[in-house]
């Protein structure tokens, strides 16, 4: 993962999952998407610095879902729309996104009568819940549950979503869900609180 603390670092940390659970979100602004793009910027302009200043920085829910909806709204993965996040705490993130299932099925091989994904087109909502364990500098996800129109997905069939829809040119089997992957930006530990998630540097 590059070092800079970039669009694709904060879905994959925050999100993680093409996300997640029915959501009471506060309202969203262009002024609190502005206030997280300032906070990226900090992040990554310490992560440069030598040293590293010890740095602990607060993400809150509705920033964190207004940068989604204004900020980068053009760079989300084509396919997916309207992502929303909510911070449980206590390291549990769930959310939602809406999936393009036939955009989707553009890119793979149907398994048939047995494939659950035959019988599902049109833009759907895909909901997960999971826990975000992030300290000394490494990170993991554990999914906990996920559900597409209200019934439950396996965990390989939202791998598979997983995967197509993080893919970078980098990264081209896109992200694993069990796998443990390095913070970026110098980040050592992530703290999931209610309400908010504090990068500490």
Do not use: C, H
């Amino acid at each position: 993962m590059r070092p800079a603390f970039r669009v694709r670092a904060l879905l994959g940390l925050l999100l993680l999952t093409p996300v997640v659970m029915a959501l009471a979100s506060a309202p969203v602004s262009r002024e609190q998407g502005d206030r997280l793009a300032r906070k990226i910027d900090e992040i990554n302009k310490n992560a440069a610095s030598q040293p590293v200043r010890e740095k602990r920085t607060p993400m809150t829910e509705p920033e964190v879902n207004s940068y989604l909806a204004f900020n980068i709204k053009e760079q989300i993965p084509r396919g997916l729309a309207r992502p929303e996040i909510r911070i449980v705490g206590d390291g549990q993130l769930a959310g939602r996104v809406w999936v393009d299932m036939d955009e989707f099925k553009r890119g793979r091989t149907s398994g048939g009568i047995m494939d659950p994904f035959t019988y599902i087109s049109g833009q759907v909502p895909v909901t997960a819940r999971g826990t975000l364990r992030a300290r000394n500098g490494r990170g993991q996800f554990q999914l906990i549950s996920a559900e597409i129109q209200g019934v439950p997905l396996p965990k390989p069939i939202v791998q598979e979503l997983v995967s197509y829809f993080s893919r970078t040119q980098d990264s081209p089997n896109g992200f694993d869900l069990d796998a443990p992957f390095n913070l970026p930006a110098k980040i050592r530990e992530i703290l999931v609180n209610p309400g908010e998630a504090v990068m500490v540097q």
